[in-house]
């Protein structure tokens, strides 16, 4: 029951987002909805409570602080894209979001949504190029940045330190790049736009955010950020408030929620478990595809590893950990729930559906090099 419902569950989330009859915010509810009464019955009022915890309070906090970042560092945005474009322009195409990358915020894409954007539309860039670019490398860290959440988790799971985890998991950030570029590449033009190398200074409130993280909790650390980027180019107030006004966007915060409700029903229901066994008669499929099933039902970078990875943990040592983040990461990239996609889509105001198709191209190249990778590190 518990497979048939989430099957009935993902197709009504995907449904909605490809054929747009209904937004996302309203179809991921109802999923959840859906599943939780199948699967868990009169229990599922319970395991929602349960998922209103610190840990939706740290996400929504995170998320709701990134975007008011974001909105404010619009204003150095060109500084920023001058300093990476100096290195050149096409690189900077691809470097600007994989350089905000490095910070794990919800809804993280934003940001370098609007840092990249004056670049973008210089080259010219159609609105699914743009919106492709800026959310695939965005994320190409996920499988092995320790600050990503989903990595701590999987070096808590399988008992190893965060540097053998990264050591197993590299192949499958490798072959998300390749597909980024692979992709990208055609479709970033050559320009003569320059840049000055020292307005790359202006990129200081992520470096901050970054070494504040080892210290304080994602949402505290991009808060005290937040706080001297407004006292160092003394924003007004009005400013401050717009800001939080956008960031308290009532359609985002019903997707985090509904996404965390439904990763709490998912583990309630002994669902990573149910579908481990199902694969049990095929190791390598198993870890590949339930981590992605997760992925794509949550759309939340560190749930696959939360509840894919427990059930599948004796099979996860050694390179097969690759082929599990691959499975988790494309997931949660193809995922109508995942707060980045609806961010990007929105901002640059693109059509999904053209959107997911160089997503799917580029998920199909990915899982392609990281299987070759796979086959040619198990030969040693």
Known sequence: MALAAFLAAVALVVWGTLTRRLDVSITLPLGAVLYGALALGPSAGRAALAAFNYSMFEVLASLVLAMALGYLMRSRREAIASGLTAVGPRFAAFAIPAAIGLLPMPGGAYVSAVVADPLYRYMGLESDERTFL???????????????????????????????????????????????VAIGAPRVRRTQMG??????????????????SFLLPIYAAVAVTLAAFTLAYRTPAREVATAFRYALTPRIIAIIISSLVFSEYIRESGLGQALAGYLGGAALLAVFAVPLLIGIATGLEFTFAGLAFPPLSPLLHGYNLSLAFMGGFLGVMLSPAHSCLVLTLDYYKSDARKVYGLLARAAAIAAAVAASLYAALALF
């Open 195 to 212: 840049g000055r190398l020292r307005d790359a200074a202006a990129l200081w409130p992520l470096a901050a955010v970054a070494a504040l």
């Open 134 to 180: 800026n959310y695939w490398m965005r994320h190409i860290w996920v499988p092995v940045w320790p600050l990503f959440q989903g990595v701590l988790i999987t070096s808590a799971v399988l008992s190893e330190p965060v540097t053998r985890v990264v050591s197993w998991s590299w192949p499958a950030s490798v072959a998300a790049v390749a597909a980024g």
